[in-house]
T-cell receptor
Framework: GENVEQHPSTLSVQEGDSAVIKCTYSDSASNYFPWYKQELGKGPQLIIDIRSNVGEKKDQRIAVTLNKTAKHFSLHITETQPEDSAVYFCAAMAIGFKTIFGAGTRLFVKA | EAGVTQFPSHSVIEKGQTVTLRCDPI?????LYWYRRVMGKEIKFLLHFVKESKQDESGMPNNRFLAERTGGTYSTLKVQPAELEDSGVYFC????????????FGSGTRLTVV
């Protein structure tokens, strides 16, 4: 069946450094790739997304890249801050169909 | 607008008992989704309602799980009888458009079966 692999499972960075989380998807029909941030005691919150007709998208300190040929997509956080500490989930879907999530990356940003 | 509300936030039950989780979606959102995350694993799709109809229930683990959305408003997910492997966090999400492109998640219900 369809699956999304996410790496690393845990990531620890120093405040101000960059963090990169990588995902690989299996379903070639996937055309929408959202990223979610889950803080303690809360549900996942959409932070950025990218569609298959775009290779890169940026929103302030967050950027996503997509390589459709390789079925890879990545989340890049620059100038990390302690409040970026959370669990991040990547996901892939064919629009109109169910969302397949990765297993999550726990990001620690050390002050 | 109020967000997606789930309750209870936590539930601890014994194996064999019944538990009912509730989700109140954002008003006007016809699409409602249930997901589950078992410790350290991915968030897995359970099912999708469009109004009161089950659009896709391919993720439901087995017939011990029953989801309803009478009247197309709030939804319940009942587990009967609960087993140890049912433990996890159950999330509900709702969206105006199909596919949760703009889906908003609730805070989840942490279910522990002992």
């Amino acid at each position: 069946g369809e699956n999304v692999e996410q790496h690393p499972s845990t990531l620890s960075v120093q405040e101000g450094d960059s963090a990169v989380i990588k995902c690989t998807y299996s379903d070639s029909a996937s055309n929408y790739f959202p990223w979610y941030k889950q803080e303690l005691g809360k549900g996942p919150q959409l932070i950025i997304d990218i569609r298959s007709n775009v290779g890169e998208k940026k929103d302030q300190r967050i950027a996503v890249t997509l390589n459709k040929t390789a079925k890879h997509f990545s989340l890049h956080i620059t100038e990390t801050q302690p409040e970026d500490s959370a669990v991040y989930f990547c996901a892939a879907m064919a629009i109109g169909f169910k969302t397949i999530f990765g297993a999550g990356t726990r990001l620690f940003v050390k002050a | 607008e109020a967000g997606v509300t789930q309750f209870p936030s936590h539930s601890v039950i014994e194996k064999g008992q019944t538990v009912t989780l509730r989700c109140d979606p954002i008003s006007g959102h016809d699409n409602l989704y249930w997901y589950r995350r078992v410790m350290g694993k991915e968030i897995k799709f359970l099912l999708h309602f469009v109004k009161e109809s089950k659009q896709d229930e391919s993720g439901m683990p087995n017939n011990r799980f029953l989801a309803e959305r009478t009247g197309g408003t709030y939804s319940t997910l009942k587990v009967q009888p609960a087993e140890l492997e049912d433990s996890g966090v159950y999330f509900c999400a709702s969206s105006r458009d199909r596919g949760a492109l703009s889906g908003t998640f609730g805070s989840g219900t942490r279910l522990t079966v002992v």
